[in-house]
């Protein structure tokens, strides 16, 4: 991105970007704003083709809109922890990957400032290197806190060495401009508590699946959606959760009601404002995950199956698949377009460039890049975090919305895989004594 105009970039609480204040101002204590979890790898060494790894080098996991480290058992990044960990012990490879709490929808610098409490925690107990890999919105959270042009930059900042951004919605996804109104935030609640629903039975009973795709097959008549339907979906999905877990997510939510300052900034019409605010920090590696789901239609719906329930989120894939190419007018946002020095990349990857109909079912393919190409998949934009059909796998994957992408275990290890090498290559150049580690808790835990 260029160079701002924007000395001192902020960005509204209640949605839009604008010049104002340092977001660091009010900075509560670290133990409240932590809660990480890390997964254990192995020793230094000199791995072959990188340079010496004698920094401890600390990766962390940030979630993306909605997101959660984990909330129980439900994991937000399933699988990716547990993997990178396996790679770095393969390599001999002194590293740590922590998995970060956020505020689920709060704005970009509110969950900025709570990553750079949870990064200021762990570096605190143990020095090392800093990469960042952010899950959609996670991505422009590691943006806006690695940015120069932030006043009052935290003193650990030149530790940082690489920021990777997994279908991240650099310019915006029109996605966020449906949800951005009463009905569409009741709709974005029932679409989150559903996703959770996924996340610990495998699925969605099929009545409420069909009940959910018939509420948002009628997205296009937003103002005749009854918002009781959507409160009484919202309570049947609540049913089948434990009492303790039940209150839980009730909390959850109203927590999250208090600040969703993200949605709007997500707009392409906001984006515009980050990119010209945000620019990249010398010395730091920037790399991008890009997704492009299978387009909605005849071969989609064969490749999703023909059992019910796969049929029924197919239905709603469709859906938001199209409520995501729908980009403003050229008067509100310029579409972005593919950047030159990234099709020769692209084409190693895939066989076409991406166009205005490519998009992983949230955001669109052309919005996703940003700095190096790291990877390109045939997946939707949960498939890539590990949410895709394998249930034979120990632990199981589940899938939540069947693009028929046919994205699978093989094809997630050879993103995360890519993820790694990234990493590796941007902190091979680090200096300093290597360091023993082993398995650890939450931050802050002995």
Do not use: C
């Amino acid at each position: 991105m260029g160079h701002s105009a924007y000395s001192r970039p902020h960005l509204a609480r209640g949605g839009g970007f604008a010049s104002a204040e340092t977001l660091d101002r009010g900075r509560p204590g670290l133990a409240r704003a932590v809660g990480l979890r890390a997964a254990f790898v192995g020793r230094s060494s000199s791995p072959d083709g990188v340079g010496p790894m004698n920094r401890m080098q600390h990766v962390f996991l940030v979630p993306g809109f909605f997101g959660f480290s984990e909330f129980g058992e439900l994991p937000y990044f399933a699988h990716v922890a547990e993997l990178l960990g396996a790679r770095f012990r393969d390599r001999g490879w002194s590293g740590r990957v922590h998995r970060v709490s956020t505020d689920p929808t709060a704005s970009v610098p509110e969950r900025a400032r709570r990553l750079a409490e949870a990064i200021q925690a762990v570096l605190a107990a143990e020095p090392g290197d800093v990469h960042l890999v952010g899950h959609s919105s996670g991505g422009l959270d590691a943006r806006w806190l690695v940015s120069p042009h932030r006043p009052d930059p935290e003193p650990w900042l030149h530790h940082v060495r690489s920021v990777v951004a997994v279908s991240t919605p650099h310019f915006g996804t029109p996605v966020a401009d449906f949800f951005t109104g009463a009905v569409g935030r009741r709709l974005l609640r029932v679409l989150s508590l559903a996703t959770m629903y996924t996340l610990r039975y495998g699925k969605l009973p099929l009545g409420l699946a069909f009940k959910l795709t018939g509420v948002f097959l009628r997205v296009d008549d937003v103002l005749r959606l009854n918002r009781t339907v959507l409160d009484q979906l919202y309570e049947q999905l609540l049913q089948d959760f434990s009492d303790d877990r039940r209150q839980a997510l009730s909390r959850f939510f109203r927590d999250v009601s208090r600040d969703q300052g993200l949605v709007e900034q997500l707009t392409p019409r906001n984006m515009q404002t980050f990119n010209a605010t945000v620019s990249d920090r010398p010395g730091v590696a920037y790399g991008a995950v890009a997704t492009e789901a299978r387009r909605p239609g005849v071969g989609s719906v064969w490749s999703a199956g023909f059992d019910p329930y796969a049929q029924t989120t197919h239905t709603l894939y469709s859906v938001l698949h199209s409520l995501s190419l729908r980009w403003p007018s050229r008067r509100v946002a310029e579409r972005p377009e593919v950047p030159e020095e990234q099709t020769d990349p692209w084409l190693r990857f895939m066989p076409r460039l991406p166009d205005r109909r490519s998009s992983d079912g949230v955001v669109p393919t052309v919005s996703q890049l940003h700095g190096q190409l790291v990877h390109v998949a045939r997946a939707d934009h949960l498939d890539v975090v590990g949410h895709f059909a394998d249930p034979r796998h120990d632990p199981p994957h589940y899938d939540w919305l069947a693009s028929g992408s046919g994205f699978r275990r093989s094809e997630f290890e050879r993103l995360w895989a890519a993820v790694f090498e990234f990493v590796g290559a941007a902190g091979g150049s680090s200096d300093g004594a290597s360091s023993e580690v082993g398995p650890t808790g939450p931050a802050g835990a002995p």
